[in-house]
């Protein structure tokens, strides 16, 4: 069996009493780094191996993993926070296990896309979850504009290094949008700051943001 195991983002008591479960009853965890999980598996004290799947890895790792539940190993998937499979790679192992037969299961849990868009106080009942924009300024800037064109809540990731320019792509493509913008979510700092895209520029620019470790989740409701 494969477990697609939800993980804390943040406060490490947030995860579920199903999912303590299967990692302490699997054979093997695997998860995109090694050591974010071993804090969590400490914190809980279980003891159980762990491999590394990542995006550079998935190829041959995946072939591994593969092996392994065929002879009828118990393996848990997690990513290093939140649900995987979302933006992240593990759809591709999801994917193996599927098309050889292996059963997959589900452990569900914290999201950074559903816990964000639980605080906006904006319609929730159509939204586009687009996660990480491509980098490049072309691709990137027609994607927002196709993604602004539709009368839909849209939520986006993006690193520290790039949220500035994001914001300014947004004001750009859409002057009167509304942004809520999420990090540090369950973390002892948590921040989230809802207006017009003009004043969250103003405030962010006003705020060194590059310490922040994690992803910000930007949440839109343009009018």
């Known amino acids: 069996m494969l477990y697609i195991v939800a993980t804390p983002i943040g406060n490490l008591a947030d995860i579920t009493l199903r999912a303590l479960e299967v990692l302490k009853s699997c054979d ?60 992240d790679p593990g759809f591709h192992i999801v994917k193996l296990a599927l098309e050889n037969d292996i059963a997959v299961s589900p452990i569900p849990g914290p999201s950074a896309m559903a816990a964000a868009l639980s605080v906006c ?21 027609k994607i927002l504009s ?37 990090r540090e979510i369950t973390k002892k700092f948590e921040e989230i700051k809802k207006g017009a895209v003009d004043s969250i520029i103003t405030y962010y620019k006003a705020n060194k943001i590059q310490a922040t470790k994690g992803e910000f989740v930007v949440v839109l409701n343009h009018k």
Not at 121 to 141: D, H, M, S, T, V
Not at 151 to 173: A, G, M
């Open 28 to 87: 093997l965890i695997a998860c995109e780094d090694t050591r974010q999980t071993q804090k969590l598996l400490n914190h809980y004290e279980i003891a159980k191996p762990l491999t590394s799947y990542y995006e550079h890895n998935k190829l041959s790792k995946g072939e591994y993993l593969i092996k392994l539940l065929k002879e009828g190993k118990n393996i848990a998937l997690v990513s290093d926070s939140g649900t995987p499979a979302i933006s």
């Open 121 to 141: 106080g904006i319609p929730a009942n159509r939204f586009i979850f687009e996660g990480f924009l491509p980098i490049k300024p072309g691709p990137r800037k």
């Open 146 to 182: 196709q993604l602004l064109s539709q009368e839909k809540t849209i939520i986006l990731y993006e690193s520290p290094y790039r949220f500035l320019r994001l914001l300014d792509e947004i004001r750009e493509v859409s002057p009167d949008a509304e942004i809520t913008v999420c």
